[in-house]
């Protein structure tokens, strides 16, 4: 028979040193995963910023390339006296063409008036349902961008960058070959996207 003092367990130093050791190892592991929860969440952040940038270069680039100066009416019938124009709230108003009616099924025409404006820290298209609008019609609003804190659109023609663009009604002048759009985002990044311009 083994005596007493041989069938003792661990002491009360073993026992603190391994839980020492073993909230060493759990504080490290939990710094690791807390690490890499940011680590996704910032991936997932910047995936999401890449896709507004994808879907609203796209769609920038389908508007300017289909940017036509074309006479239209206000709500209440009368000419609008630009055919474009470029400001600070609303960044820019113009008309395309090209817009899809598959076999003629809807009664309207390829023309479409739209405007991209910045509201709200959001770099907004707004796409009216007729190029020619009664009053109560409504609008489509579809947010390209948002966390902004500012937007500038400019106009570039033989390297001299034109702010404040207005075409009047019966001008002759053409649209500048390329329009400039910079981005300052809330965490003050910055994002410059050039666009060629349907002449």
């Avoid at 996704?40 to 508007?63: G, H, M, S, V």
């Avoid at 739209?114 to 907004?124: M, Q, R, W």
């Amino acid at each position: 028979m083994q005596s007493a003092a041989k069938q003792s367990g661990f002491t009360l130093i073993e026992m603190l040193i391994s839980l020492f050791i073993f909230a060493v190892i759990s504080a490290g592991t939990m710094m690791a995963l807390n690490g890499a929860l940011r680590g996704k969440e910032q991936i997932n952040t910047a995936t999401a910023r890449l896709a507004q940038i994808d879907i609203a270069r796209a769609l920038i680039r389908a508007d300017m390339a289909q940017l036509v100066l074309r006479p239209v009416r206000d709500a209440f019938g009368n000419f609008e006296i630009y055919t474009l124009q470029s400001g600070t709230g609303t960044l820019l108003r113009f008309t395309r063409k090209g817009r899809a009616n598959p076999a003629g099924v809807l009664r309207r025409g390829d023309v479409q008036r739209l405007a991209y404006v910045f509201e709200d820290g959001s770099l907004i298209r707004r796409v009216q349902t007729q190029a020619n609008p009664a009053p109560q019609s409504p609008t489509i609003d579809r947010t390209l961008i948002s966390d902004l804190v500012g937007v500038e659109l400019v106009f570039v023609a033989n390297d001299e960058e034109i702010s404040g663009l207005s075409i009047p009604i019966n001008a002759t002048q053409k649209a500048p070959p390329l329009m400039k759009l910079n981005l300052i985002y809330n965490n003050g990044d910055a994002l410059t996207q050039v666009f060629e311009v349907a002449s």
